[in-house]
């Protein structure tokens, strides 16, 4: 214990204390007080001060460092909270590691992808993509086939990071080379991404769902598909209607000077697009997703030496230096800090000078603050605080289905992170769900419509960060047009104020099956 010697009294006093307000020592226990309304009302209105006035002030940049101050902020408001409630410092520290220990999954992704983006724009598996999207894609029916087709590979691998950190960013790139509107474009690929999300029985989310509310798996996507398809159905309308009537800038003579460009600078042949079918070979044998992304960086890094030498050339311009390092130091930058083209073409140089590990660094930044403040309003009863009250006006199944969407978006806004947005909702939920005889699979789609499927529309969630990250939108550009986004939680709405397709099943039978804790009993 660090303490120093009063000069005038001769006594000791521990330097960790100073500042108590009950002059005791930090050895001595304090007691612990339950938070107040205005305690647990504070910090989310700190958040929304501080965030609301970085968008206010900085506008679209707010995301390149304005955002995660605000948010590091109002942790740091919380955390004053939490100790005048008499809990240690040592809680609060303990509680910010348990936050970032739970993005740590999603960290190491962000860097793989990153990786990823460098080296496949090196090897030309994203030019190549780009060409032949190019010839065969008609602009006005752009949209819908990048919903469609972002939609099958999210059904396929179950993952709407790697579908977004893949297709995604070629389908974004398509877009610029069209002349057509990338946010529209993120919009769609978003949207298709989290169809395979919310219902593919190889997403991890869709697996957590269903674990944590008992509810066996394939019962659970049955489920969904009652507010995943018509979401989805109106989510393709729209984008064939945006597609209509969009005025593309769309010159075939322009384009044509692109297609030529791109072949001199890349060696254009479908064994470029080797990593892509290799990353969706491990995504659908289940290798975790930042190790197969990982691995597909690399394999493109390899291949680049034999199919793109040229752009070794280019890149590294270090004519002195043996091949064989001037190929290992373009894949070490590549995954590093990006690739960078010089092709004197505007269009194509923003599209392929990307990635690096270094581009997350500011979305990691994000997520870390976001989930910290999330887990710490959880930790010390804060949100809990916030929650009871609509419990206890949920006299109705609607008002009950409100609450849990209101819960489940607000835990987005605040907590930053999807798994949270899932797994609160249902434990402070389930219990009540089961004492008025509502299916637990009722509760699996809520959450589900409204935690999983809205998370990428909060610019500071985890998952918002990751898209504006690999797509190069921003959150609240592409958020209007995430069409499956926004619909699928109104119409869970719909379902529980009308009362159609809301299952139920006797009170004793759910009791008897589950623990309160929501675990399956054996």
């Known amino acids: 214990m660090s303490q120093f010697r009063d000069v005038k ?9 100073l500042w108590s307000a009950y002059g005791q020592c930090c050895k001595t226990p304090r007691p612990i007080k339950a938070p107040s309304y205005l305690d647990a009302i504070f910090p989310v209105f700190t958040l929304i001060l501080l965030v609301g006035s970085s968008v206010a002030l900085f506008g679209l940049d707010a995301v390149n ?4 101050v605000a948010i590091i902020l109002s942790t ?16 609060v520290s303990e509680s910010g590691r348990k936050g970032i220990s739970t993005v740590s999954g999603a960290i190491f992704i962000l860097f793989s992808v990153g990786a990823l983006i460098g080296t496949w724009n090196m090897s030309g598996t994203i030019p190549t993509m780009v060409y032949y999207g190019i010839i065969m894609i008609t602009p006005n029916w752009f949209y819908p086939i990048a919903f469609l087709v972002c939609a099958g590979v999210s059904l396929s691998i179950g993952s709407s990071w790697t579908t977004a950190g893949t297709l995604g960013v070629g389908l974004v790139g398509l877009a610029n080379m069209l002349g057509i509107s990338p946010e529209i474009t993120a919009g769609a690929v978003i949207s298709g991404a989290y169809v ?6 190889l997403s991890e989310s869709t697996v957590l769902a269903a674990q944590l509310n008992g509810v066996e798996l394939y019962k659970h996507i049955r489920t969904q598909l009652w507010t995943t398809v018509p979401a989805a159905i109106l989510a393709l309308f729209a984008f064939i209607l945006l597609g209509l009537n969009q005025h593309s800038a769309f010159d075939s003579t322009i384009t044509n000077n692109e297609l030529t460009r791109f072949n001199e600078l890349f060696h254009i042949t479908p064994w470029n697009l080797l990593p892509l079918v290799f990353l969706l070979v491990l995504s659908v044998c289940k290798v975790p997703a930042s190790l197969a992304i990982m691995c597909s960086a690399i394999l493109a890094g390899a291949m680049t030496s034999f199919m793109q030498p040229q752009v070794i050339d280019r890149f590294i311009a270090e004519p002195d230096m043996a091949t064989p390092l001037q190929a290992i130091k373009a894949v070490w930058v590549a995954m590093a800090t990006g690739f960078q083209e010089n092709s004197g073409i505007a269009q194509i140089d923003a599209l392929l000078s990307r990635g690096g590990m270094d581009s997350m660094l500011l979305t990691i930044w994000l997520i870390i603050g976001a989930v910290t403040f999330g887990i710490m309003v959880d930790d010390f009863g804060l949100l809990n605080k916030l929650v009871t009250p609509l419990l206890l006006r949920a006299r109705t199944v609607g008002r009950l289905f409100t609450s849990v969407v209101a819960t489940a978006i607000g835990l987005n806004i605040a907590a930053g992170d999807q798994y949270i947005a899932l797994l609160l909702p249902t434990r402070l939920y389930r219990a009540e769900f089961a004492k008025r005889g509502l299916a637990p699979e009722n509760l699996s789609r809520i959450v589900s419509d409204a935690g999983i499927v809205t998370s990428p529309l909060i610019p500071w969630n985890s998952c918002g960060a990751y898209m504006a990250a690999v797509l190069g939108v921003s959150t609240m550009a592409y958020m209007p047009f995430a069409v499956f986004n926004i619909a699928a939680p109104l119409i869970t709405l719909a379902l529980g104020i009308t009362g159609f397709n809301i299952r139920h099943i006797p009170i004793a039978t759910e009791l008897k099956g589950n623990d309160p804790g929501g675990k399956p009993v054996q």
């Not at 009294?9 to 204390?17: A, K, P, T, W």
């Not at 460092?65 to 995660?68: A, C, E, N, R, T």
């Open 76 to 91: 740091m408001v919380t955390a004053v909270i939490v100790l005048k409630n008499g809990h240690s410092w040592e809680a």
């Open 65 to 68: 460092g304005p955002l995660q």
């Open 196 to 201: 395979g999300d919310k219902i593919s029985p």
């Open 9 to 17: 009294f001769g006594q000791s006093f521990c330097l960790n204390c």
